[in-house]
T-cell receptor, first 112, second 111 residues
Framework: SVLLYQKPNRDICQSGTSLKIQCVADSQVVSMFWYQQFQEQSLMLMATANEGSEATYESGFTKDKFPISRPNLTFSTLTVNNARPGDSSIYFC?????????FGPGTRLTVL | QQKVQQSPESLTVSEGAMASLNCTFSDGTSNNFRWYRQHSAKGLEVLVSIFSDGEKEEGRFTAHLNRANLHVSLHIREPQPSDSAVYLCAVSIGGGYKVVFGSGTRLLVSP
């Protein structure tokens, strides 16, 4: 199995600022995924991040707004640029090993 | 593009009665299906993973997959008030590792 840790657990920031969410795996994983969940709603896949290459983004998510780094096989960072109240949600990182999928505990972001 | 829909949106059952949740998907080439539980917008708890047609049981939770009918269900045996949560269905996109989630079923188990 894979354990995923996220930091911070939660954050409150002002509109217009940028913040970083870190995801660390307890072992090497090929791909990391980032999901966004608005309150009481479904999780939406934002992007896929593989080591050493640019993240690929799903429709509705852009590199300028949500840059993602993947410097090695155990680490990824999601940045939220120019945060707005509409970005307030829970952000999850995820990965897989074999057929199983694993999720981090989530980072709850509130933008004032 | 994979579309995943869950029904009902909400469900109330009495403690001890069977709870049945449904999930339909649009891409029959998917081979990875999972049910999660989420309490009060907290983390995701995986309940059952199923990869081929048929049934998979994990404790009180049983998933049934029928890819020909584009349907996967979750049955909760003897539900308890602590099972009250949002249940999310997750389906892979084709045979890959990207996953699409349904919008969830809110389950309330009354004592």
């Amino acid at each position: 199995s894979v354990l995923l840790y996220q930091k911070p657990n939660r954050d409150i920031c002002q509109s217009g600022t940028s913040l970083k969410i870190q995801c660390v795996a307890d072992s090497q994983v090929v791909s990391m995924f980032w999901y966004q969940q608005f309150q009481e709603q479904s999780l939406m896949l934002m992007a896929t991040a593989n080591e050493g290459s640019e993240a690929t983004y799903e429709s509705g998510f852009t590199k300028d707004k949500f840059p993602i780094s993947r410097p090695n096989l155990t680490f990824s960072t999601l940045t939220v640029n120019n945060a707005r109240p509409g970005d307030s949600s829970i952000y999850f990182c995820s990965s897989h090993r074999g057929r199983e999928q694993y999720f981090g505990p989530g980072t709850r972001l509130t933008v004032l | 593009q994979q579309k995943v829909q869950q029904s009902p949106e909400s469900l109330t059952v009495s403690e001890g009665a069977m709870a049945s949740l449904n999930c339909t998907f649009s891409d029959g080439t998917s081979n990875n299906f999972r049910w999660y539980r989420q309490h009060s917008a907290k983390g995701l708890e995986v309940l059952v993973s199923i990869f081929s047609d048929g049934e998979k049981e994990e404790g009180r939770f049983t998933a049934h997959l029928n890819r020909a009918n584009l349907h996967v269900s979750l049955h909760i045996r003897e539900p308890q008030p602590s099972d009250s949560a949002v249940y999310l269905c997750a389906v892979s996109i084709g045979g890959g590792y990207k996953v699409v989630f349904g919008s969830g079923t809110r389950l309330l188990v009354s004592p």
